[in-house]
């Protein structure tokens, strides 16, 4: 409400007041007192009740005025939480507490993994009931003296004061993690959000309010670079994480522009006659001081600030054109597979990029397979359907990566066009050894074959792990026992030297 809107219904009130008094005070008094003594006398005490009533009155309307602007001064308008400024008022109030009284606080910093996608996708109407429903977590999930704000946007603060750490504070931190997951999501049912946390302590990580908050912001942000749902105590090198992947991340930009990032591929095999099924093409990255960056720290990096898809566009037009020139793709490759984020289904142009990038191919689409975790695909998951409607019509395959992971799989299976599921490997590892991961993959293998999927076996690594897999019915398998990821020379080389020795047989 304006000042102007405020000041206007305290006067609307007063004048309504004053009106009904002049109208029905005197009625009153003459009806009452017909004596001109006792009027003259009644007439002073309702001057002085009127001064009383519209005295409180006024300070009833201010009150209500003023602590209503305090509110909009101190909460955050969305979710009733302290704004940020009115956070860190009080916790400087908390912190002078703790300091005098020497004991501790725990400062939670938490960021929502994917809002923006649930944003883009279903609306920020959408988007703020979810905040809300957070808010109200947190007001449920925190029953003791706690400060709880909505720091911007979908960050969110929590101080705790006067318990110690890690036996009071870690369950309820990882209870409210679990609590996170479940928070449903009327027009995306199928998906649901995680959160990064970072926590820092008073008095060993930082002794003031701005400090304090730095550090915990500094372990939130190390726990996003790990990926999503995940969990950092702070610690003082984590600064140096922190200013290495600002500096990565220039070098990364500057790596995209000057095209400096490379492609590797991995051949995939039939295990009934170990021919060549298809190769998965992966980024890599040579960085000229720190040499070869793992994929899995370049790659959540170049998602979290908006690169993804122009590695992705990188990565399949680099793959398109080295195979091509080779004669590789549709001869001795009939499947080339791409690795897929939910950025590239995220934009108004998504489906033109994947057309421009395939334009090249000179015949039938279906050599393309397009590899998607279940997690991207519920993140977007109206946005990948009309992408891969449009793909799927030119004969575009789909593959679930990472199977068997996520908590959803088979609702997936059922809203997506989708070909083939990899297991992941989590679960080839342990195979032989792990009674329960071979059920599990036996039951993914039953359910494939039952919906006419292909599957295909990632990260096989020994015989043994490759002869329970065919034995269970595994169709191909792809892992180090088989071949490394390599640059095209050497899968030429590799092709060749796999066809001789065919031949030869």
């Not at 000229?288 to 720290?297: A, F, L, Q, S, W």
């Not at 990948?384 to 030119?394: C, D, F, I, T, W």
Request: aromatic share 8%; proline share 4%; glycine share 4%.
């Amino acid at each position: 409400m304006s000042p102007r809107r405020a000041a206007a219904l305290i006067a609307l009130a007063y004048f309504i007041v004053g009106l009904l008094w002049i109208r029905f005070s005197d009625q009153l008094l003459l009806a009452i007192a017909a004596d001109s003594a006792l009027l003259t006398q009644l007439q002073t005490y309702k001057g002085w009740a009127f001064i009383l009533v519209t005295a409180s009155l006024l300070f009833f309307l201010s009150k209500r005025a003023l602590e209503r602007q305090r509110n909009l001064s101190e909460r955050d308008r969305l979710t009733g939480l302290l704004n940020r400024h009115m956070f860190e008022q009080e916790l400087d109030a908390e912190l002078r507490f703790c300091r005098d009284s020497s004991a501790p606080l725990t400062l939670i910093v938490f960021n929502l993994d994917g809002f923006k996608q649930l944003n883009t996708n279903a609306g920020t109407a959408v988007g703020d009931r979810y905040l809300q429903s957070v808010a109200n977590l947190l007001r449920h999930h925190y029953q003791q003296r706690v400060l709880l704000s909505r720091l911007d946007g979908d960050e969110f603060a929590i101080a705790l004061p006067m318990l110690t750490w890690p036996n009071d504070v870690l369950p309820q931190t990882q209870h409210l993690q679990q609590l996170l997951r479940t928070l449903s999501i009327a027009e995306l049912p199928d998906s649901s959000l995680t959160a990064c946390f970072g926590i820092a302590h008073f008095p060993s990580d930082a002794n003031a309010t701005s400090t304090l908050i730095e550090a915990a912001m500094t372990a939130l942000d190390e726990a996003k670079a790990q990926g999503a749902n995940r969990l950092r105590v702070y610690k003082s090198e984590y600064g140096e994480h922190v200013s290495k992947r600002t500096k990565l991340l220039f070098d990364l930009k500057a790596a995209l522009h000057n095209q400096r990032l490379s492609v590797v591929y991995q051949p995939q095999f039939r295990l009934s006659d170990h021919q060549l099924s298809g190769v998965e093409v992966l980024a890599r990255w040579h960085h000229p001081e720190e040499g070869m960056i793992p994929p899995d720290v370049f790659i959540p990096l170049a998602e979290q600030h908006g690169l993804i898809c122009d590695i992705t566009d990188f990565v399949m037009q680099t793959a398109i054109d080295e195979l091509l020139a080779a004669d590789l793709l549709y001869t001795h490759f009939p499947r080339v597979s791409f690795n897929v984020s939910a950025e590239d289904f995220n934009h108004s142009q998504s489906t033109q990029r994947f057309l421009h990038n395939f334009a090249k191919l000179p015949s039938h689409w279906s050599v393309v397979e397009l590899e998607l975790t279940e997690t991207s695909a519920l993140l977007n998951l109206e946005g990948v359907k009309n992408v891969l409607s449009v793909l799927h019509q030119r004969g575009v395959q789909v593959s679930l990566d990472d199977f068997g992971t996520g908590y959803s799989s088979i609702n997936t299976l059922r809203l997506l066009p989708i070909q083939e599921v990899k297991i992941d490997q989590s679960f080839i590892q342990d195979i032989t050894q792990s009674a329960q991961d071979a059920r599990l993959v036996k039951t993914i293998l039953a359910m494939a074959k039952a919906l006419n999927l292909r599957v295909v076996a990632e990260g096989v690594e020994t015989p043994q792990q490759a002869h329970y897999l065919k034995r269970a019915g595994c169709e191909e398998v792809q892992g180090y026992l088989y071949a490394r990821p390599m640059p095209l020379s050497a899968l030429v080389t590799f092709v060749s030297n796999l066809t001789s020795s065919k031949a030869q047989r």
